[in-house]
């Protein structure tokens, strides 16, 4: 069954993937479900070429981030792309929105696993590891069990992180640590 509203938003995914088009997209979006429907079945679904994954995952992250309930239907289904995310895009987007927007517990273990296996990986890309962090950060401030390990795996990587990384780490062992 095709998603309602599904052709209108492939047709704003296609045209380009620019700053102004991510804003019609947004704009298209407003606050209708139906609509977010549409776009997250282009962001999660795997039946979709990767490129549409990507286009879509700018709009997801700002909406997201600006209209947290828009996008509390789909947290479930955003941590588990996270094992396999089709494009870079998907999971800095992704750990970008849980880094701003407030965690449901019954994720939390799950969330905190995938965003564990991104900061302990070298190779993936410095956005996705600093947000990685934020994350692991929030999560293990509720949970102080969680602390140590997540202290020692940010100071590992402080020595050779890169600008991005080491402000952000730094940041999150202040808080941490005061803890």
């Keep these: 069954m095709q ?18 088009q991510r804003n019609k997209i947004v704009s298209f979006i407003g606050s209708n479900s139906m609509k977010m429907k549409a776009l997250m079945s282009f962001f999660l679904d795997s039946k979709w070429h990767w490129r ?8 997801v992250n700002v909406i997201g981030r600006k209209q947290p309930k828009m996008i509390k239907p789909y947290l479930e ?9 089709s494009h ?3 999971a800095r987007n992704t750990m970008s929105i ?9 994720i939390e ?6 965003s564990f296996e991104f900061l302990r990986n070298p190779k993936e890309p410095i ?32 020595p050779h992180g890169t600008a991005a990384y080491k402000s952000r780490a730094k940041r999150a062992l202040a808080l941490l640590k005061d803890q």
Excluded: C
Excluded at 52 to 59: D, G, K, L
Excluded at 98 to 106: R, T
Excluded at 133 to 157: M, N
């Design 52 to 59: 549409f994954n990507q286009r879509a995952a700018w709009p």
């Design 98 to 106: 849980f880094q701003e927007i407030d965690i449901p517990e019954h």
């Design 127 to 158: 956005a996705v590891r600093a947000f990685s962090i934020s994350v692991l950060t929030r999560i293990a401030i509720k949970y102080p069990d969680l602390q140590g390990e997540l202290i020692a795996e940010v100071e590992e990587h402080l």
């Design 88 to 90: 870079n895009a998907v």
């Design 3 to 20: 998603v309602k509203y599904q052709d209108d938003i492939k047709k704003l995914l296609e045209a380009e993937h620019t700053t102004a």
């Design 109 to 114: 273990g799950e969330l905190y696993e995938r």
């Design 77 to 85: 289904k955003m941590v588990k792309v996270l094992k396999n995310p």
